[in-house]
């Protein structure tokens, strides 16, 4: 080995160096293309979600019970949601698919009544969507 490059690799002024800034600067690149596509999904996925909050319930008799709730982020889509009355024991006792029809609004307020099978002591919207 000469002296040169006995002083080379002794003073880090080898090709290793090289290497491993190009392997670490392919590394960040790789990372940050991960790092944005994660971020894009996030946001994709949002855009099109749908926050529903369930405001009240009635019992009518105990065939029926009305219930109440909004529904946020679904501008200008249709909607569909489920709809459940449940018994003292949580059981279903009626359950209902609703579909609106696109609106301007972002938050909408709606309020329907479940057909049930025996008397409910709940109601409740439990999803909805953009079908």
């Not at 160096?17 to 670490?24: F, M």
């Not at 200008?76 to 279903?92: M, N, R, S, W």
Request: proline residues 3%.
């Amino acid at each position: 080995m000469t002296t040169q490059l006995k002083l080379d690799q002794r003073y880090g002024r080898t090709r290793e160096k090289r290497s491993r800034r190009l392997l670490i600067g392919s590394g960040a690149v790789v990372g940050l293309g991960l790092v944005g596509l994660l971020g894009w999904s996030t946001v994709s996925g949002a855009i099109e979600s749908v926050d529903m909050d369930s405001t009240g319930f009635h019992v009518v008799d105990k065939r029926s019970v009305v219930v109440s709730f909004q529904v946020s982020g679904a501008r200008d889509k249709p909607l569909a949601c489920t709809l459940e009355a449940q018994d003292t024991e949580h059981g279903v006792v009626g359950w209902r698919v609703v579909e609106y029809p696109a609106d301007a609004g972002l938050t909408r307020t709606f309020t329907e009544t479940i057909p049930t099978v025996a008397e409910a002591t709940n109601g409740l919207a439990t999803s909805c969507w953009i079908p």
